[in-house]
């Protein structure tokens, strides 16, 4: 049962996961912001091990969330080189608590109520308001690239979710876990360094002090939802962390510039009102 407590960090969550993506929309070279942050995700994952173990018994999640982390960053970059914060990072996000809600009553029997089915189908509807009613546009206008990217990047999204529920569970040491999964994302990092060579990392302080801090902050923010799914259903969980795509409406409009029109702040609020109802049912 999600308490008043869990709700509050997960809402926290959904604040630092806008944080970081508007922390790597907004860098230079994103494929170089992701690496850097990989890095810095990747050590901390390490050393959270070492203090709390190894995730032995969940071994095969670990491998496969990795593979699953090292798509989604993959994707996320290629989502933002072509598509604003605003007009992207919502289809992303909206496509997945769906995914998730259907995952986990499938390989984990956590079958939602009315309530709990209203609730997510408001926030998927919402995020989806959210997209369209970017600067007055029509969702349909965003094609080709940015289009395929952000639902791909929903469909990975749910995936590893769903993967790393379960294994969270079968760990039963979210801490062990987590350092699991973020130790993993060093792959990225060696495989852009392999790409780029010696220029891989010829970036000015600033933008790797940025995206060292966006490390920190995005195994913060998942490192919450892992606490969280580790009792307490999955749907639920997605739902209220989906509650980020406000955030990053507003972050988007303050930092980078982008649009806040009257639809996309009634979007916010249908938004709320589904996380509202799935924190009600639970």
């Known amino acids: 049962m999600l308490t008043p407590f869990a709700i509050a960090l997960v809402l926290s969550a959904a604040l630092l996961h806008a944080s970081w993506n508007a922390l790597l929309r907004g860098g230079a070279d994103r ?6 942050m990989c890095i810095i995700a990747g050590l901390t ?16 999640y670990v491998v496969v969330s990795g593979l699953l982390h090292l798509c989604y960053n993959t994707l996320l970059v290629r989502m933002y080189r072509s598509g604003d914060l605003g007009e992207t990072y919502p289809i992303a996000r909206g496509t997945s608590p769906a ?42 206008r965003l094609r080709g690239k940015s289009l395929t990217a952000a639902l791909a990047t929903g469909v990975s999204i749910a995936a590893y979710s769903v993967v790393d529920g379960l294994g969270v569970r079968a760990s039963g040491n979210w ?14 990092p060696l495989l852009y360094l392999a790409w780029q060579g010696r220029t891989a990392f010829a970036i000015s302080p600033a933008e790797a002090a940025k995206a060292a801090s966006g490390g920190l902050i995005s195994l913060a923010a998942y490192g919450v939802i892992i606490w969280a799914m580790q ?25 980078l510039n982008e649009r ?8 916010c609020c249908v938004i709320a009102a589904g996380a509202a109802c799935v924190g009600w049912r639970v």
């Open 175 to 188: 801490v062990a876990y987590t350092g699991g999964i973020f130790a993993l994302e060093l792959a990225m």
């Open 260 to 267: 806040l029109t009257g639809l996309r702040l009634a979007a």
């Open 99 to 140: 995914l998730i809600a259907l995952g986990g009553s499938v390989f984990a029997g956590e079958w939602m109520g009315p309530l709990g089915i209203v609730g997510v189908g408001l926030v998927c509807a919402g995020i989806f308001t959210l997209a369209a009613a970017r600067a007055g546009d029509s969702l349909f």
């Open 31 to 36: 494929a170089q912001s992701m690496s850097i």
């Open 231 to 255: 009792g307490n259903a999955m749907g639920a969980v997605s739902a209220l962390r989906e509650t980020s795509v406000v955030f990053a409406a507003l972050l988007g409009a303050i930092f």
């Open 45 to 60: 994952g390490f050393a959270m091990m070492a203090v709390a173990g190894l995730p032995v018994s969940a071994a095969n």
